[in-house]
């Protein structure tokens, strides 16, 4: 099982922006796919961004144009670069890592490892 490691997150004013890390440690997957999902409190954790290992990126459409996802594999890192930043993103920020399958990104359930969180809060 891999672990993750999130960091990054603040406190942000409206149209701001902000970079988070997930560190990787242990062995990863030769095939895999590391995904950013969020959740407010109240709600359900909700789907982001994924990267695989082919270097594919897949965005939410509340965050496309706005966030990117990418990766530094020497340095076992996924980022997720959020700009123009939104109230409406506000939540705790989990990285997920799966290994190759052809279901759902927004399937919480097909992956199998996930960091603590970083919280993300925007201010109007």
């Known amino acids: 099982q891999v672990q993750l490691d999130e960091s990054g997150g603040g406190l942000v004013q409206a149209g701001g922006s902000l970079r988070l890390s997930c560190v990787a440690s242990g062995r990863t997957f030769t095939t895999y796919t590391v995904a950013w999902f969020r959740q407010a409190p109240g709600k359900e954790r909700e789907f982001v961004a994924a990267?695989?290992?082919?270097?594919?990126?897949t965005y939410a459409d509340s965050v496309k144009g706005r966030f990117t996802i990418s990766r530094d594999n020497a340095k076992n890192t996924w980022y997720l670069e959020m700009n123009n930043l939104k109230p409406e993103d506000t939540g705790q920020y989990l990285c997920?890592?799966?290994?190759?399958?052809?279901?759902?990104?927004?399937?919480?359930?097909?992956?199998?490892?996930w960091g603590q969180g970083t919280q993300v809060t925007v201010s109007s």
């Open positions: 990267i695989n290992w082919t270097g594919t990126g």
């Open positions: 997920a890592a799966r290994g190759g399958t052809t279901r759902s990104l927004a399937d919480v359930g097909s992956f199998g490892s």
